[in-house]
């Protein structure tokens, strides 16, 4: 735990790349540049790119505010202003933030938004926190993106329709009025280009999880790596070259038959393959990391890394139908698939990447990944005969993370699954 | 006509009928009736109606239901109702329902319509996605492809085309049943004590699992008991209740608000069944585009519609003067995210429009109400004590 976490250069560009856009932030009003929030799940990145804007990810800051150890202050004073509980901490942490100053993770100011985007895709909470926002910002513009959840395991050409109005009649004409900047396609287009490259790249990074040993954790480094993206820098060149260099990064690990990096340097010995549902507690991520690798165990795929987008299945952004492409994406992201989808496509992870194991991290203020789980959980279990662990924590509130329980849990975990593989050898012989 | 108490316990007995029987009669009445199951919040009953199905409020088992399966499938800070709506179909009380319809209203409910179709329960599940897009031609032209769906699916099993005449008469229905229910809203704003809350709730409640016709018949004999001068006033408050538009409390516990010293003039508990203000057009040529229409610009407030344009806080204080209530009770059910999302932007209006309030949280099996019976008298008390100081300060 005392030992600093290795650098490659992919961790540097990120860090820059992070740097530079809270720079930016800080700077917005110096330099006349709108302001854009807006959500992880759903994000119009290369829309609100084509405005010139700026994003602020509300969640992203209280996921860093967790790990900077601010979220309990910041969910404590808006518990004192009538907040739940029981609520999304995210929600709380942000709002906290604002009320202490709203300072950033950088230590910065984060200016008020010009605009709340509102793409609620998959999480009702977001409408919420929105509606909490523009009472605090009244004299911020808040455009609604309706995004129809995927009922039937499809993307039907009228849910495609009525994501594309909105966009023509609402989205659009209103981030005009806003940023003064007319709507330029061929822009939207050059940007949705660059998204394509930078999916096809994050589709072949998660699927080296393949090789034995894995060369990355596909959870908590996962994490990492769809940084980019999910913070408002798909769709640029910048968000290119980051995955450019972190798969060549990836191939050399391959190609020397290396495990992944944890904060306390390379993994020495896999043991054990997991396939990991529901986001990570960010107030003890070193802490609950340090659990899986002390114990040998690699996350070969996660459903929290597909919370921006689910690229494994081979959709892309597509710059010839950019508004269609929008829709489409926006009605893709994992907590907007429905329950069976979302067992299919952990299923798939499972036997594609010879997971060992299936462990769920339930997250007690995210219902949009909670209310199911136990049930996708069983239905895994019975289709593929894999053991499955279970966990509870917490996104930002460190009230909910406790230590000594989890690693109880999940040392009991896998001894199960050492048990298994001893039987699965004494059968084989 | 019946006596008022004869037709109240009739409507108890329905209300709390975990085995729907009513509406097993009367699918068994007739060749190709089907039973469709809807959660709360709200959904546009007249469609299936229309196309000769019985709509059947599902609101979970409440405190009558023990619930031991349903805990399989849910952690303990979910709410209540999926587990006991989960109980209800695996303990096969709804194996007469043809198909089940998941309204959005959070993300609970939303997960709950993945969970059913996993376990093939139903010939069909829907999840209703309404549109949180208001115009017309954007949101309104989704929203009637959503309830195309639902009237596909019902095809598909009755073989029913439903014609316009059908869907006008079906709104029809529906109006009068509103009216009617915002008559003994109306009535019990000025004399609460001719009808009690609790009662007024088997009432309306009743009207979710029995053809509307015959809620309709229902509602005119309750409306012409209560034109009467009966009841005894009492020395109570008026209060709103707002928040439990979904899971429900206990009957205990909604007796208990009106026992410590408060006559609830407005609630939220059944808000689907009022969730249209004012007449549908029954008398149109596109009756989906009507229900449609009335969605986008006749909703009451809820916290599962975005509401921006028409923020919540003063559409409650608006109810809470024109129904001359003393103050409000946000009764919120535990881990209600979208209630208790709200509850800063409310509390915090409220404050600054000099509105009193309390909250509280409760589950549909909590049995322990003493707490809040103390509190809800407390807060009676404390308005009477100051009952000359103005309490609502808006326009």
Known sequence: MSQEAQKEKSMILQKEMIEGLFNDLANAKETGKKVCYTFVPGNLSELIRTFDMLPVYPEINALQSAMRKKSAGYIKEAEKNAHSEDVCTYVKCDVGMMMKGNIGPTGQKIPEPDILLLSYTGCFTFLKWFETLKREYPNAKVIMVHTPYQENAVMTPEMTEYMVKQFKEEVIPQMEAVTGIKYDEAKLKRHLELSRQAEDLIAKIFDTTKNKPSPIDAYFAGVYYIGPINIGFRGTQKAVDYYKELYSEILERIRLGLGPITPEGEMKEEKYRLVVEGPPNWTSFREFWKIFYDMGAVIVASSYTKVGGVYDLGWRHDPERPLEALAEYCMNCYTNLNIPQRIDLLSKCITEYSADGYVTNSIKSCNSFSAGQLGMMREIEDRLEVPVGFIESDLVDPRYFSYSNIKNRLESYFQMLEQRKMIKEEEKV | MKPLNEIIQECKQLSFDLNFTRAKNWKDEKKGRVIVGYMPIYFPREIIHAAGGLPVGIFGGGDRKQIIKGDAYYQSYICHIPRSIMELALDKHMDHFDGFIFPSICDVIRNLSGMFKQLNIGKFVKYMDFPQNFLPQIGGVFYQQEMQHVLKYIKEINGLDVTTEQLNHSIDLYNKNRQMIEFIYDIRQEFPWRLSIEDVYYIVRAGTVIPVEEHNAI???????????????????????????????????????????CYVVDDDYMLGSRMILGDIDAKTKNPLEAISNSYIFQSQYSSSIYDVHNPKEYRLAKIVKNRGADGVIFASASFCDPSLLDAPIFQNAFNKLGIRYIAFQYSENINQYKVIKEQVGAFSDSIKLWEDEPVVAIK
Request: charged residues 25%; glycine residues 10%.
């Open chain 2, 219 to 261: 509602l005119e004999e309750v409306c012409s008991h209560i034109k009467q001068n009966i009841g005894i006033p009492q020395d109570k408050v008026k209060v709103v209740i707002s928040g439990a538009f979904c899971e429900q409390p206990a009957m205990g516990l909604i007796k208990a608000i009106e026992e410590a010293g």
